[in-house]
């Protein structure tokens, strides 16, 4: 009976992630870079609508920046005015599009090269074993986390890192703007922020992908080693 191994830290797991994931770090630098460019996008989304309120509904002048591009008496009228702010809008959607497509691209791409190198190193691993351990363990053992455990490093660089990197920037950028708009309305939100997010956590559904995946693989390696003959047995006994 082999020794059960001591549990490993989170910050052992998440060194060797960074060990495994530094070949591949200028495709992931360049991910989140893209990845970043949302944030201008979201935080412009709001203009042209705050434009048609103050200087197309009400009384207020245009934005000064609108002037660079287009003449002043185009900008004079309320209809010429509004098709701006319409081409505005459409601008604004028509780059984040852009830029989300550029990010899921990117993100498939690196995460597949991740996966493809992780699963090359766990398949060499795997023949490095010996034949007394796969029989202990099971024959569908290592073809389960080759197949199925291997994926997960791309959830973790690609689905959790960059997306916390680019929520945790927009939120500086939003407590930002927020503060030069409304310096009252931005200490409100961030009171009831952090009670939101309590809430939210103390009542979320709790995740059981991980007891699945270990009860499927537990169900796969059983049925691989019931296929398999008996040691000492022949096969008119098994019969």
Request: glycine share 6%; net charge positive; with cysteine.
């Amino acid at each position: 009976m082999m020794p059960a191994r001591p549990p490993r830290s989170d910050l052992a797991l998440y060194t060797r992630l960074l060990g495994e994931v530094r070949p591949y770090r200028r495709q992931l630098l360049f991910t989140l870079l893209v990845s970043l460019l949302s944030i201008p996008l979201v935080l412009l989304t709001p203009l042209p609508l705050k434009i048609a309120v103050d200087s197309v509904i009400g009384t207020n002048p245009p934005p000064e920046f609108l002037t660079w591009v287009f003449a002043r008496p185009s900008l004079s009228g309320g209809n010429g005015l509004l098709i701006v702010v319409t081409g505005l809008f459409l601008v604004i959607s028509l780059l984040h599009q852009l830029q989300l497509m550029g990010t899921a691209l990117l993100r498939t791409y690196t995460g597949e090269r991740l996966v493809f190198g992780f699963r090359v190193k766990l398949f060499e691993q795997a023949q490095r074993l010996s034949v007394a351990y796969h029989d202990a363990k099971g024959a569908a053992d290592a073809a389960f986390r080759i197949q199925w455990d291997a994926p997960h490093i791309r959830y973790l660089a690609l689905e959790a890192a960059i997306p916390l990197c680019t929520a945790a920037v927009t939120l500086v950028g939003m407590i930002v703007v927020t503060f030069r708009i409304n310096w009252s309305l931005a200490l409100i939100a961030l009171t009831i922020s952090p009670v939101i997010l309590i809430v939210s956590q103390a009542y979320r559904v709790r995740p059981t992908s991980r007891r699945a995946s270990r009860g499927d693989r537990r169900r796969a390696s059983g049925h691989a080693s019931g296929t398999r003959p008996q040691r000492g047995s022949s096969p008119s006994s098994s019969a």
